[in-house]
């Protein structure tokens, strides 16, 4: 079997298995979700607790750091 | 989508003005959730996946420029999120099959749609995603490329790849072309 033929049949089979979802809309208004959501204090990820070490203990081994990232922050 | 907002809404938004905001919402909540469950195919994470949206969109509005279309940008949001969504599904109890090492029965019509749809969410996410825009809701590669932000020769050859893994896939389960 060639590629579009390959691509037909999968497509075929897709569709037949998966329908298309039309003018599906949300079950209910979720714009009170967006603004609770807009509203929630941003997370204290790991990657920022990573980034607070690395740049504590830089300050701690190289203080005269301490203006050069006063500057950029 | 919708036609493009007014420039005094947007400005607004920019600017952090509440009010603009949700008038960018209700203009565009329909497409953007329509859109979004093309790639997801599911109501309640599609549901989860608009409100994600909508909180990067108002989290990123300061680097929006007013002058540049508010819905392909918004499109490009979406998509990122269900992609985001994507990488993270873990498949319920009905995806998951009882040994991945037999193929599925095929006693009714009702077990091969459900290996068709199993194959389908067992592709990786960045071929998943391609696979329902391009192969089941056959949205145009430019539209697909411009939401993902990658080229349209990539398109291509994301939706090769997983014609190919889908049929590999499928033949391993045992439906046959």
Known sequence: MNDINDEDWVRRLLQS???PLNSVTPSRDLWPDVVRRSQRPARWTSVD???AAVVLLALLLFPKWFWFLAYHL | MPAEPDGDVL????RGDEGAFERLFRQFERDVFGWILRIVRERAAAEDVLVETFWRVYRGRARFDPNRSFGAWIRRIATNAALD???TWKPTREWQTADDGLPA????????NDTIARAFRRLPPDLQIVAALA?????????????????EGTVKS??????R????ELVRLGIRP
């Not at chain 2, 400005?11 to 920019?14: L, N």
């Not at chain 2, 029965?105 to 091969?112: C, F, H, V, Y």
């Open chain 1, 17 to 19: 298995a998966l329908p």
């Open chain 1, 49 to 51: 607790s990573s980034l």
């Open chain 2, 11 to 14: 400005r607004g938004f920019v």
């Open chain 2, 85 to 87: 969504h994507l990488r």
């Open chain 2, 105 to 112: 029965a095929r006693g009714s019509d009702r077990d091969t």
């Open chain 2, 135 to 151: 192969l089941l809701e056959e949205q145009p590669y430019a539209e697909i490329a411009d939401a993902l932000g990658i080229p």
């Open chain 2, 158 to 163: 994301r939706v090769f790849r997983a014609t």
């Open chain 2, 165 to 168: 893994a889908l049929r590999e």
